[in-house]
């Protein structure tokens, strides 16, 4: 079975959830991070600024020889490394020529540098900026602020501003991120989970009532809840419920009409037998009563034709026993038979048409050849072919039944030499009203009940036929004792 509707809801919707939270996460981390740098590159600049006008300032006045050469702007140097809170890496002064004059690091003192970024600083006279990376691997930003006033260039300067805090404060912020959103996951997994169970669990109920409906449990219901579409379609699945019923109930009734009228149909064609088994006695009757009337006062004829009366009588409260047995319905039948029993009983009915008909009848019975039928359905499936044996050969010919136990399994055949049955037509002769008879001679029903009682049992059917050749009709039944 795959995943339910449920789970995949579940894992659809929090799937989803988790992609959204995800990119708004990353894209707020990215604002903030560029909102930081674009910060800390103001700051920069602003310093530059700052700084830049006061090296200016003490360029001149040690130009002007009002100060000491350098004293000044070393101080300044050391001054601004030493404050913390500028997050400088270093800071230093070149002259027009690009020599370092003053460094917050002494050991850089009277280098040449040639960097191009220096070089396009003074040519351009605009402080620029790029980003570095320090010693210590943590993002820096690196500004060159050119020194000049009036045209006239005094040199560059340059300071490395460091981007540790600034990192730390985005990692400090991402960290918070992923802890809310886990959080917040969590708390939206929850209220996933309970939307699935108000939408989504109506519909698997569903599902499961639809696949557990069968036509002969009790009615399946199931309970609705709210007014909304789940709850409309609730009432629907109810309402189908109960028409498969109805309609499965008047289905039952018709199947039973149909049977009796098949049975009616039967007792048609062997009432020829029927009223000869019963106006044989019949005719025997009479004329011990027309007898008695004349020999009545003889104590010992009377007994004797008294009998012969009580005979006939039996006689014929056989037959119509029998024939309301035939045509009537069985309630708690035992499901087995013994087949001669069966056999024997079909073959009272049937006598009078053989012998008129002039069919050979034979037979190869296994002796005490048990089935797991029910007695008056074996009787009507050997009524059903074997009548349809003897209409096939109206001119008469063989009729021929043979029944053996093979393993776990009882095979039954029988066989005639009738008229046989087209090729193309073989497998129409188990459809409902399918015949080949004259009108009034059947219903169509017939084979098709007798499929349905072979089946019933779980047994097999087959036909084959030749046109002008005869049939043959072959039944399995399994587990035969």
């Not at 700084?51 to 360029?59: H, M, P, R």
């Not at 809170?85 to 009277?110: K, M, T």
């Amino acid at each position: 079975m795959g995943i339910s509707l449920q789970k995949k809801f579940i894992l659809v919707a929090f799937l989803s959830v988790l992609a959204i939270t995800a990119a708004i996460s990353l894209f707020a981390a990215l604002k903030t991070r560029s909102a930081l740098y674009n910060a800390s590159e103001r700051h920069g600049l602003m310093l530059a600024e700052t700084v830049s006008a006061l090296i200016i300032n003490e360029l001149i006045y040690e130009k002007l020889g009002l100060v000491e050469e350098g004293g000044l702007i070393d101080n300044y140097m050391r001054d601004l490394s030493q404050h913390s809170e500028l997050n400088l890496n270093f800071v230093a002064v070149l002259d027009d020529a690009s020599r370092v004059i003053s460094h917050s690091d002494f050991r850089e003192y009277g280098k040449h540098y040639t960097d191009p970024f220096l070089t396009q600083a003074q040519e351009s006279g605009q402080v620029l900026v790029r980003p570095r990376k320090d010693a210590s691997e943590d993002g820096a930003l690196e500004f060159a602020a050119p020194l000049s006033i009036e045209g006239k260039r005094w040199g560059l300067l340059i300071f490395s501003l460091s981007l540790a805090d600034v990192e730390e404060e985005v990692s400090a912020m991402i960290s918070q991120i992923i802890k809310h959103s886990i959080l917040a996951l969590v708390l939206l997994f929850l209220l996933i989970y309970l939307l699935s169970r108000r939408f989504i669990k109506p519909i698997i109920d569903l599902a499961q009532a639809m696949g557990e409906v069968e036509v002969e449990m009790s009615e399946k219901v199931i309970p609705v809840k709210g007014n909304d579409e789940l709850a409309l379609l609730t009432r629907s699945f109810n309402e189908m419920v109960r028409r498969i019923r109805n309609a499965n109930e008047e289905m039952k009734l018709a199947h039973e009409k149909l049977l009796q009228s098949e049975k009616l149909a039967t007792l048609g064609v062997l009432s020829s037998s029927i009223a000869h088994r019963i106006n044989n006695p019949l005719g025997g009757l009479f004329n011990c009563v027309g007898l008695l009337r004349k020999k009545g006062d003889d104590r010992e004829f009377r007994a004797s034709y008294l009998d012969l009366i009580e005979e006939g009588l039996e006689s014929i409260k056989q037959t119509v026993g029998q024939l309301l047995w035939t045509a009537g319905r069985r309630e708690a039948e035992e499901k087995r038979s013994h087949l001669q029993t069966v056999h024997a009983s079909v073959l009272r009915y049937l006598d009078y048409r053989l012998k008129k008909q002039g069919i050979d009848y034979q037979q190869e019975l296994e002796h005490d050849l048990q089935l797991p039928v029910a007695p008056h359905d074996l009787e009507e499936l050997f009524l059903n072919i074997m009548i349809n044996s003897i209409q096939a050969m109206e001119s008469g010919g063989r009729l021929l039944i043979r029944a053996h136990q093979s393993e776990d399994q009882v095979v039954i055949t029988i066989e005639d030499t009738g008229i046989g049955i087209p090729e193309d037509k073989i497998e129409e002769v188990f459809d409902l009203f399918y015949s080949t008879k004259k009108a009034g001679e059947g219903t169509g029903i017939g084979m098709w009940m007798s499929y349905e009682i072979v089946k019933k049992y779980k047994g097999e059917i087959f036909i084959s036929s030749q046109l002008g050749t005869g049939t043959k009709v072959t039944i399995i039944f399994p587990e035969a004792s």
